[in-house]
């Protein structure tokens, strides 16, 4: 039996004083108990607002259901420390586990946490806030920054929101760690993302007259055999190695059994390594459909690891795993752009990130926490 | 401004007393007065009823809306007058000749009649009312059949129908002529058509790791190739060229923009000449797509053009003009499989039908009358 559940289906879910100073796993299960699917941020967002504001060594902005809360110890370097609030959807299967607000289950001796942001990325974001409660010095400033949005359209992003409306408290930072799951190791960057649309036209006719038409499908054949035939490369930047995808995701065309199509159509999505530029991405999809429009709905620029910067090697030690790159694109991106260097490094594994079976375990938060906690007082 | 327009919009539609003895034009526009969209014949049909049971000469079946008449006059041979009552839907732009049950437009200097159904095919249904009245002897038996459902799904047709549960009353005749539009002249037989779905299945994936799935609409590119190589055959059968056709007409595929697909379908459409057995089309098809299981939704035999038969030649030579290949597929297909040959002969333009500017000229009406009634009387 499935059905579209509600946060009224969730008679536990509902807005909570959160308790950041406790153990780091039983402030994720806190977390999780707050409703926070995209556009329903704001108990969070006041939760973490009102525990933030209450520590003496941090001046807290809000801004719509983003919080940046900066530390001014006068440090030479900042660091900043980010990850996002909102969840995706409840899974509409029922009794699945992700449809509970959470549940702790041990598995081989080890304290498992289900529910829905388990994995992504309520483990990380109390991360964030426990060692924002703990350090009241470091080796750095460090810059926490909370935002709402980032499960869905790029437009509605919070954190590209903060980046235009208070680019001053993001752009002093030296450093970025964003504390997406990447299962207990740092990856590097993450690859670009484009998606276009490929269109060909046709002559609409009877199809028992197909000679006074011309078939739009059947010319499709011709960018499909493009992309079977196309190998995807892999590039190494920094050390790591990104994989590329160019992928038909999508395909249409057809108005009627008999009818011959005047139009059919291809969505493609590229996905690029950091050793590109997103104009050089663009030009290369031109190459390979030369002869083509090609119809952009979608383009994102890749971003180098940059495992090369100072606070990046010094990190890398600190955890102590060999670094890997990001395939899947993250916010590391926009830091990117703004000239900071920023990588991923966050509990849980990020391939059941958005499955119905997100969990992660207690373990693996409190390790993200010690490691971060050693690099930043280092 | 467009809308659905229901016969209630129309207020001169509706039953009407048929007068079947007046002139041939006029009396087609008395029938496309009479609304009889798919599904919706009875008031016609009604009133063919009444019209036709009143005539000593005919024995009349009623058929759910269809009606069978006949002679029984003891000629050695037989021939079948078929046509069908109902129309397509009417035109939905409010406005268009279409949606007014029916007017007369001088063009140059040739009366022409507008309307639902102008074309197809009650202009062909005049004449066979207008036959009915008129001929009380002839060369030949005569058996006049109407039926309901004909521009619907094949399940659905009256002929098949009548074909079913009357089939005595039809299969003693000797040839049959169906007055579909063939804008004066003779066409014979019809191409043959079927349509079947073609899967690729692939492994869903998320795109950023493409290489853990496996990409069906790629797959899909091989089908669209063969599709656009493939070289379309024109047959000569009984001295007409029947010309054929393989096309896709719908193609579909993916499930979201960051997903690899893990289905694609193509719909496809063949068009064969009746050279052709539907067990030889089948076979032909399948050694196209060598390698993929065809999923059949839809076969129709084409029919021979019958062109051979003694009675054939006969009303070949009293219409004057030289028979043509019908493309498109017609009921003839249903007599020709129940070993009746037949043609299709019938006023109006084929490639007018199920526009919204069907038309049809007095002139072509009455002549296809006179054609049929010298052939008849001969």
Redesign the interface.
Known sequence: MTKTLAPSDFESYGPKTLDIGQDVAQLTQDLLDIFSVSGEEKCLADAVEQQLTALSHLSVVRNGDSIIARTNWGKSQRVVLAGHLDTVPLPQVEGSLGTVPSRWIEEDGEQILYGRGATDMKGGVAVQLALAATLTDAAYDITYVFYDHEEVASELSGLARLMREHRDLLTDADFAVLLEPTDGTIEGGC?G?M?FWVHCAGKAA??????VGE?A?????????R??TYK?QTYEVEGLAY?E?L???????????????DA?S??I?Y?FAPNKTLDEAIAHVEEVFEGYELDFV?QSSAARPGLDAELSRSLIESVGQEPKPK???TDVARFSEIGIPAVNFGPGDALLAHTDNEHVSASAIDKCYRALKRWLIA
Request: charged share 15%; net charge positive.
């Open positions: 690859n993302t998606r009877h199809s028992g007259r197909a000679w078939n499908i059947h010319k499709m054949g011709d960018v499909l055999t992309l079977a995807p994989r995808g992928n038909a995701v999508q395909i249409r065309g057809g108005v009627a059994g008999n009818v011959i199509p059919a291809v969505h999505n996905r979608d395939y899947g694109w």
